[in-house]
């Protein structure tokens, strides 16, 4: 694993507990900078690429005095060595954010090509977890509708809100159900493969469910539906 954040004192910490006889892993090293890391990871080629995430929102500080966007520095990295995992390790953990804006920090993760997105706050045997979790699938980088980060995405979608009892709603159970989930994935700017994915749906399966909720609901496209689901209190 090659451990890529500027916090040194938390990379040494968790360098060890790499190291440490039954982890499982080895720190193939630790980078602090954009520059460093491209050189690193070329050289060692990782098993596991560990970014830190606390500049994901904004800009990485590069070597010289420009900035990198982190979606084009995670690029970078998985280029320089493509059968890499990339793992996000973030302090963000701000309780007062919303479940729709995690579902787009997780979305934006996912296309940066990471696996999985990790908050910091949950310790190192966390990570290691989601770390073996992430190797287990055996499921080749990128795939992301077999790794952990669209699991975290499933979860958040899953959650059932009840519709508004002043509002009449000829929903069969099923697409009741399914509502909610599908709303909050296109909201979120997933595409169908990926909500069907998550759903555990085929493609033809989630069309034929949207086309007939569209027509109870008598909406057009998928921005009416987002917005006809949220009047429905659905989302």
């Known amino acids: 694993m090659v451990i890529v954040d500027d916090d040194m004192v938390l990379c040494d910490l968790l360098a060890k507990r790499l190291d440490e006889e039954g982890s499982g892993f080895r720190c193939g090293g630790v980078a602090s900078t954009p520059g460093e890391a491209?050189?690193?990871?070329?050289?060692?080629?990782?098993?596991?690429?560990?970014?830190?995430?606390?500049?994901?929102?904004?800009?990485?500080?590069?070597?010289?005095?420009?900035?990198?966007?982190?979606?084009?520095?995670?690029?970078?990295?998985?280029?320089?060595?493509?059968?890499?995992?990339?793992?996000?390790w973030t302090h963000w953990s701000d309780p007062s954010v919303g479940q729709q804006n995690e579902i787009n920090l997780r979305l934006r993760a996912a296309r940066a090509g990471a696996e999985a997105l990790v908050l910091k706050g949950n310790g190192l045997e966390h990570l290691l977890g989601v770390i073996r979790t992430t190797l287990d699938k055996a499921a080749s980088p990128r795939n992301h509708i077999n790794t952990p980060m669209f699991e975290g995405i499933k979860n958040l979608i899953s959650v059932v809100q009840p519709a508004r009892e002043d509002i009449e709603d000829d929903l069969t159970p099923t697409e009741r159900e399914r509502a909610p989930k599908i709303a909050r994935g296109l909201e979120s700017g997933m595409k169908i493969p990926e909500i069907a994915g998550v759903l555990h749906l085929s493609d033809a399966g989630l069309r034929s469910t949207i086309r007939g909720i569209y027509r109870k609901w008598g909406v057009n496209n998928q921005t009416q539906f987002v917005s006809e689901a949220r009047r429905r209190g659905y989302v």
């Open 38 to 88: 491209r050189r690193l990871v070329a050289q060692v080629q990782p098993d596991v690429i560990l970014l830190d995430g606390v500049y994901f929102h904004n800009w990485w500080p590069d070597d010289d005095p420009r900035y990198v966007d982190p979606l084009d520095f995670a690029a970078e990295l998985i280029a320089l060595s493509d059968s890499s995992y990339l793992i996000i």
